[in-house]
């Protein structure tokens, strides 16, 4: 499966971005989906996943500002990000898996591109 995010860009701090990841499988109508980001000299980190039913978890750092969705033909997965903070800086990926744990592991074959986000005044 490849992924393709997109929608990233330069914001002041406070501001808004939403980020896109489309699939080239029908993957997401099967499988949880997650949002992660890897700044300079980190960790990739999981941000936000949803899954198959569409139940929601998210990491403290985001909680209340990020809101991750799904479209409802299942073919693209958002993250809605707001009161974005310079720390919010990173390369944002998507992925998914069988389940929340897959997620959790980042046990996977492969990963996009990613699209950068970048928050400074």
């Known amino acids: 499966v490849q992924f393709v995010e997109s929608g990233g860009g330069s914001v002041q701090p406070g501001g808004s971005l939403k980020l896109s990841c489309t699939a080239s499988t029908t993957i997401f109508s099967i499988a949880a989906a997650g949002w992660y980001r890897q700044a300079p000299g980190k960790e990739r980190e999981l941000l936000a996943s949803i899954s198959r039913l569409g139940s929601t978890n998210y990491a403290e750092s985001v909680k209340g500002r990020f809101t991750i969705s799904r479209d409802r033909a299942r073919t693209a997965v958002y993250l809605q990000m707001n009161s974005l903070k310079p720390d919010d800086t990173a390369i944002y990926y998507c992925?998914?898996?069988?389940?929340?744990?897959?997620?959790?592991?980042?046990?996977?074959?492969?990963w996009g591109q990613g699209t950068q986000v970048t928050v400074s005044s």
């Open positions: 992925n998914a898996g069988s389940s929340g744990e897959v997620l959790r592991r980042m046990d996977f074959e492969s």
